[in-house]
């Protein structure tokens, strides 16, 4: 109950840091901070380039001993538009859940991490541990997982050695082993304005915009009808998708400027550069036409998001670990993409294990239920457990 109670307290003091990504976290990093100072443990933080936000790293035990990483992220998505009933900001408990922005996306895991920090020191003041534990929050992974790769670039140029990484993204507590990557591009084509009776002397753009979208779904097509499989994923196959675009000014002009965002996810093993790639060579195209009319035509590319795909090191120490303390657990693999792929490109081997249902994530009303938390206390605990030394 003591655990319990600790975990709720934290998650309720999380809960009220409006932690939404175009805003800082850094009152909540300073609060986490202050908190683990409190029971004599550092932290080390890395800044965005403006200084408005920051990852926190800390470490338990001794630092030369490999660590078992709790991760999770900090910033969560906007209620705008969303009809709540409770407030988002705060905790709100009705019987057997809470919530608020977050709760489940993952503030929930991050509760539970900071309230096992003093059962952890007492279980090493009884026994040696044969790992260190860190914890690790990080900025803008709902925007891209933007933030944590300054957080592990500065762990890989400290050389902390690093046993494996437990992402507490909300899977009730089920091992997700898999997950698809992610990318977007942005398309900006310019083509040349005309009044709108005299359209062979313009250029316009949204139609050639129009050109690479559906050559776009075509490829999506070709995905689903002959693309590689993975059973393990309920979207089995890549998928691609055009999900923003803006151009024109009225009716009556032929439209000089049109842009849209273009969606991959794709799955390990898979290279989304063939799709870009066959975009770009399309564009290519088209550009040659619109620059007959247009020599100033332009069609330019951006990559805004590229969030590489999670595969689970069949072998590792941290594989062992979760699959001995989630036995008879399916293993799953999903279609949303976590900081897993981060922490998997820099060769640290990871699992994607937490409190609460990714169902309720981003949505109005989100929540997670008090028997998750419970459950994933006691499973730290037992994890700790694990980790003294034999």
């Given at each position: 109950m003591a655990t319990q109670a600790l975990t709720t307290d934290i998650l309720s003091r999380l809960l009220a840091f409006d932690?939404?990504?175009?805003?800082?976290?850094?009152?909540?990093?300073?609060?986490?901070?202050?908190?683990?100072?409190?029971?004599?443990?550092?932290?080390?933080?890395?800044?965005?380039?403006?200084?408005?936000?920051?990852?926190?790293?800390?470490q338990l035990g001794d630092p030369a001993l490999p660590a078992i990483i709790l991760?999770?992220?900090?910033?969560?998505?906007?209620?705008?538009?969303?009809?709540?009933?409770?407030?988002?900001?705060?905790?709100?408990?009705?019987?057997?859940?809470?919530?608020?922005?977050?709760?489940?996306?993952?503030?929930?895991?991050i509760a539970c991490a900071l309230a096992a920090v003093p059962r952890w020191q007492q279980l090493a003041t009884q026994q040696p541990m044969a790992r260190s534990l860190g914890i690790a929050l990080s900025y803008d992974e709902e925007i891209g997982c933007l933030g944590v790769g300054r957080l592990i670039d500065d762990l890989l140029a400290r050389q902390l050695p690093i046993a494996g990484c437990i992402i507490g993204e909300p899977t009730m507590m089920r091992p997700v082993i898999a997950h698809k990557g992610i990318a977007h591009y942005r398309v900006r084509l310019r083509g040349r304005a005309a009044h709108s009776s005299l359209t062979p002397q313009g250029v316009n753009a949204i139609e050639y915009a129009a050109k690479l979208i559906t050559h776009i779904r075509k490829l999506a097509d070709t995905e689903?009808?002959?693309?590689?499989?993975?059973?393990?994923?309920?979207?089995?196959?890549?998928?691609?998708?055009?999900?923003?675009?803006?151009?024109?000014?009225?009716?009556?002009?032929?439209?000089?400027?049109?842009?849209?965002?273009?969606?991959?996810?794709?799955?390990?093993?898979?290279?989304?550069?063939?799709?870009?790639?066959?975009?770009?060579?399309?564009?290519?195209?088209?550009?040659?036409?619109?620059?007959?009319?247009?020599?100033?035509?332009?069609?330019?590319?951006?990559?805004?998001?590229?969030c590489p795909p999670f595969e689970y090191s069949p072998g590792s120490e941290i594989t062992r670990h979760v699959e001995a303390l989630c036995q008879g657990c399916s293993h799953d693999a999903v279609a949303y993409t976590t900081e897993a792929g981060r922490f998997h490109e820099a060769g640290i081997p990871c699992v994607v294990c937490g409190p609460g249902s990714i169902e309720q994530a981003h949505r109005p009303d989100e929540y997670v239920s008090v028997a998750q938390l419970a459950a994933c206390d006691a499973w730290l605990d037992q994890l700790f457990l694990r980790l003294r030394q034999a």
């Open positions: 932690t939404t990504s175009r805003d800082s976290n850094l009152a909540l990093i300073e609060w986490v901070a202050d908190w683990l100072a409190g029971y004599g443990v550092q932290s080390t933080l890395t800044f965005n380039d403006e200084g408005s936000k920051a990852n926190l790293y800390a991760s999770g992220h900090t910033d969560v998505v906007p209620v705008d538009g969303q009809q709540w009933q409770f407030p988002p900001f705060g905790m709100t408990q009705r019987d057997d859940r809470i919530y608020g922005r977050g709760s489940a996306d993952m503030k929930g895991f689903q009808a002959f693309g590689s499989r993975h059973p393990l994923y309920d979207v089995p196959f890549a998928t691609l998708q055009t999900g923003l675009i803006a151009g024109g000014n009225a009716a009556n002009i032929v439209p000089k400027d049109c842009e849209f965002v273009f969606e991959m996810r794709w799955l390990p093993g898979d290279r989304h550069e063939r799709f870009v790639e066959s975009v770009r060579d399309y564009a290519k195209v088209l550009l040659a036409e619109m620059q007959q009319v247009a020599p100033e035509a332009d069609i330019r590319f951006e990559q805004l998001v590229n």
